[in-house]
C-alpha cells in the first residue's frame, strides 16, 4: 500500500465538527489511554508537533510519520477488539 497516496489532513466528518483522518487517529489513541508524550516518542515526533497535528494546525506530516501512526493505531485498536474476541 502506498501511504504517500493518502492525505493525512483529508477531513473527516465527526458530528457537527470536521477533523483530519490523523487528528481523528491521534484522538482515538488519546481516549484509548496512550499517553501524549508516548505517542510522539512511537512516531518519532516532538510533543510540540504532536500537539500542532492534534490541533490540525500542522498538515504537511511525512509519508513516515503518517505510516508509524497508522501502524500504532491498528495496534491500539485492534488488539483491543482481538483481545475481547478471544475471551
Same mark, same amino acid.
Given at each position: 500500500?502506498?501511504? /504517500?497516496?493518502?492525505? #493525512?489532513? !483529508? =477531513?473527516?466528518?465527526?458530528? #457537527? @465538527? *470536521? %477533523?483530519? $483522518?490523523?487528528?481523528?487517529?491521534?484522538?482515538? +489513541? +488519546?481516549?484509548?489511554?496512550?499517553?501524549? @508524550? *508516548? !505517542?510522539? !516518542?512511537? +512516531?518519532?515526533? /516532538?510533543? @510540540? *508537533? +504532536?500537539?500542532?497535528?492534534?490541533?490540525?494546525?500542522?498538515? &504537511? /506530516?511525512? =509519508?513516515?510519520? $503518517?505510516? #508509524?501512526?497508522?501502524?500504532?493505531?491498528?495496534?491500539?485498536?485492534? #488488539? &483491543?477488539?482481538? /483481545? @475481547? %474476541?478471544?475471551?
Amino acid at each position: 500500500m502506498n501511504l /504517500s497516496v493518502i492525505k #493525512s489532513y !483529508a =477531513p473527516v466528518s465527526s458530528g #457537527s @465538527s *470536521t %477533523e483530519t $483522518f490523523t487528528q481523528s487517529m491521534l484522538q482515538t +489513541l +488519546l481516549r484509548k489511554g496512550i499517553t501524549k @508524550s *508516548t !505517542a510522539a !516518542a512511537r +512516531l518519532g515526533i /516532538s510533543i @510540540s *508537533t +504532536l500537539n500542532r497535528l492534534l490541533r490540525g494546525t500542522y498538515l &504537511d /506530516s511525512s =509519508p513516515k510519520t $503518517f505510516a #508509524s501512526l497508522l501502524g500504532l493505531y491498528c495496534a491500539v485498536t485492534y #488488539s &483491543d477488539q482481538y /483481545s @475481547s %474476541e478471544i475471551h
